[in-house]
């Protein structure tokens, strides 16, 4: 999706409608065994808070949002200073994360009470008998255990790790620094920091102490937000998609993140109101808290199974086998992506209200679609690359040496990228459970076999799936681009720190990286990062072709009539008549800056001329009674490079067409015959598929470069 084209509002809707998305359903088991908990601690109180529930949901959706927020611009800005000092903070979060859910879960179990009674009789006995040997061995092994798990929650790369891991510890230390200072002996220390855990904790195994004055917990759940958002892998939809490259455009040019941030505060508000929703129901269900407070023991222990569960799921990366299971047919995942990308095409006028529910049902008509009708035809000479510099180092930036891997296919036999050099590779990570990622694979396949036999190739790299899996999707897709398996994720997540699904790196012929995009990878804007491999000479395409204009057509107004010719000035003081342009399909686009329908339709225009201008596609805006410097200025802020003519008196537009709404937009193909009347704005589809009437014969290229 087009970064101009993002608003705080489309941003919002988007996250909203991704909630079904098999990413996200993950999370929901455990949200709702989280905020049932909550509810049962909430009904058990003499003084029940009227939203605490409620408040504890805003928490979570805050803890979420400020990982997915602080993440995403991260990776855009400050990826590269992470690596250097060593921190990998989805990793960090995801290990430390999840023992804290899982610690979490046995603790709404009250697996601890009995612990921790046993834990202050010990403590207190060797206490009172002054022993000095076991607190020795039990202070000794507690801070092997911490300190070796803190090693490989960091990683376990080194003293970069221990470094960190002593960091944690020091910092866990000052947690407990009132039972260090007030302790007599080590016996004492364990006796107060156990007593000090369970206040933190809230718990009720030592009756006498008053937690009338506690905390409501608030930070836990915004804790537990926190590292549910570090323990899923998302899928990228078109406006999360546009959102990260502003926030990377931003970063690479020194600019601000603040856009950027906005737009994914407000992605994660709007797929946080279905949680907040399920809060707010535990919240006011007068009936719902009665059976709560009669099933508290039931439901604490279903709570704490079902967190339990999660967190053991986060640390071992099981939550992408769990999406992978919600979305094994992938319809669900198609469905969620059609879903954003319509929401997104009526936002930004691409589609019309009425084709949304068909938009939905079925997926957008691409103009990515006409641009393989475009440069069908084109001369089929082989892409050329540009010598790589003799220092250039590997990295994952553009410009840099694509890291060189070795993966099985699916007959088992050994690839590497580098077997594909002197190739342009579209290396594209995925997985069949990302819609995003089902929805472009038939695009990747089209321009594969479009443009195979000039030196291109897609090495699409699985995710952490079954053979039999992929095999199935690459069956049901057709897929004839080599598909490799990694099964343990050494490349996708080790080597390339793919955190998000789909990505996608385009490596030329050399190994040199060309492209890097995070989301779904249009056909336009691959087959325009292909471009670049061209070699210098002139690409010949199939212009349209019109059917032979009636002897007897009429002059009028009406599909059928030939279009009243007439002549204005451009910006420019030149004269150009509409027969000027005989030859060519032209949309007559009568409007004007006030208008602000117009204004909407411009850039979809500006978009169609550029793609099919070589083919006898052109644009003749014609001004309604405005002056040059109203027009120039609307113009230079679109970008327009279409010719744009200057009706000062009205003569044209209320005269000779008649022209009583605006935007009105006459297509006129190249013997001058309308063919189509739009009254209104013209979106896209319609004007796509209006061109359509022009193509020539359907040719097989093959055959014809042959």
């Given at each position: ?24 359903l ?5 949200y ?107 202070t ?11 090693y490989?929650?960091?990683?376990a ?28 002996s ?15 904790l ?50 690479a ?15 994660s508000?709007?797929l ?83 084709s949304?529910?068909?938009c ?102 699985n ?17 004839t ?154 113009v ?9 003519v ?27 015959i ?10 896209v ?5 209006e ?16």
């Amino acid at each position: 999706m087009e970064v101009e084209n993002l608003s705080l509002g489309l941003a919002f809707m988007a996250g909203l409608v991704s909630f079904i998305s098999p990413c996200v359903l993950p999370l929901v088991p455990a949200y709702i065994g989280y905020m049932g908990g909550r509810a049962t601690t909430e009904a058990g109180k003499e003084e029940r808070h009227q939203f605490g529930t409620f408040v504890h949901g805003v928490f979570f959706v805050l803890g979420f949002t400020f990982f997915f927020v602080g993440f995403g611009l991260l990776t855009a800005a400050a990826s590269s200073f992470l690596e250097t000092i060593g921190l990998d903070i989805e990793t960090m979060l995801i290990r430390l994360g999840g023992a804290a859910v899982v610690f979490f879960g046995l603790y709404v179990m009250k697996a601890f009470d009995p612990l921790f009674r046993r834990a202050l009789e010990t403590t207190g006995r060797w206490n009172s008998e002054q022993k000095l040997l076991p607190p020795l061995i039990l202070t000794l092994a507690t801070a092997a255990i911490l300190l070796a798990y803190f090693y490989w929650a960091f990683g376990a790369e080194g003293i970069q790790s221990i470094i960190w891991s002593l960091i944690l510890f020091l910092l866990i230390l000052a947690l407990f620094r009132k039972p260090l200072n007030e302790a007599t002996s080590l016996a004492d220390f364990w006796n107060r920091a156990i007593v000090s855990l369970q206040v933190a904790l809230a718990t009720d195994t030592r009756r006498q102490l008053d937690f009338q004055k506690r905390k409501q917990g608030y930070v836990g759940s915004f804790g537990l937000g926190l590292v549910f958002s570090a323990g899923w892998t998302p899928c990228i939809g078109p406006v999360y998609a546009g959102v990260l490259t502003l926030a990377t455009e931003a970063a690479a040019d020194g600019g601000s993140l603040l856009p950027a941030g906005a737009l994914l505060t407000a992605y994660s508000m709007g797929l946080g109101i279905p949680f907040l929703l399920t809060a707010l129901a535990f919240n006011q269900s007068t009936s719902l808290m009665a059976r709560l407070k009669r099933n508290m023991a039931t439901i604490e222990r279903v709570s704490g199974v079902l967190l339990l569960a999660i967190g053991v799921l986060i640390l071992s990366g099981g939550l992408t086998d769990l999406s992978s299971q919600i979305a094994a047919d992938g319809e669900l995942g198609e469905f969620s992506f059609r879903l954003e990308e319509c929401t997104a095409g009526v936002f930004d006028g691409r589609i019309n209200a009425g084709s949304y529910p068909g938009c939905v049902s079925s997926g957008e008509e691409k103009l990515s679609d006409r641009y393989i009708s475009s440069v069908k035809y084109a001369a089929q000479s082989d892409f050329v690359f540009a010598p790589a510099p003799a220092d250039v180092e590997v990295g994952l930036e553009v410009g840099d040496r694509a890291p060189d891997f070795t993966l099985r296919t699916l007959d088992g036999e050994e690839l590497a990228l580098s077997d594909l050099r002197g190739q342009a590779v579209l290396v594209n990570f995925w997985a069949t459970w990302c819609g995003p990622c089902r929805a472009e694979m038939p695009h990747f396949q089209e321009v594969y076999e479009l443009e195979q036999r000039r030196g291109f190739t897609v090495l699409a790299v699985n995710l952490e799936e079954s053979p039999e899996q992929v095999q199935g999707f690459v069956d049901e897709l057709d897929l004839t681009f080599p598909v490799v398996l990694d099964r343990d994720g050494r490349v996708s997540t080790g080597e390339y720190r793919v955190n998000s699904y789909p990505t996608s790196y385009l490596v030329d012929g050399n190994g040199i990286i060309t492209m890097v995009q995070r989301g779904p990878l249009s056909t336009q804007d691959l087959v325009d990062e292909l471009a670049r491999f061209e070699p210098e000479q002139t690409q010949t395409v199939a212009r349209y072709v019109f059917p032979e204009a009636a002897v007897d057509a009429e002059v009028g107004l009406e599909v059928g009539d030939r279009a009243p010719d007439f002549t204005l000035r451009t910006l420019d003081g030149e004269e150009l008549a509409l027969s000027d342009l005989r030859g060519q399909a032209v949309l007559v686009n009568f409007w004007a800056t006030w208008c602000g329908p117009c204004r909407a339709e411009m850039p979809h225009f500006q978009e169609v001329y550029e793609l099919e201008q070589r083919r006898g596609f052109t644009v003749l805006a014609v001004n309604l009674e405005e002056s040059p410097e109203q027009v120039q200025g609307f113009v230079d802020e679109l970008d327009l490079t279409f010719p744009v003519v200057l009706d000062r008196n009205g003569r044209v537009s209320t005269g000779e067409y008649r022209v009583n709404s605006y935007p009105t937009s006459y297509l006129v193909d190249g013997n001058g015959i309308i063919q189509m009347v739009q009254r209104g704005p013209l979106t896209v589809d319609d004007l796509i598929a209006e061109l359509e009437q022009f193509e020539p014969e359907s040719v097989d290229p093959v055959a014809q470069a042959r």
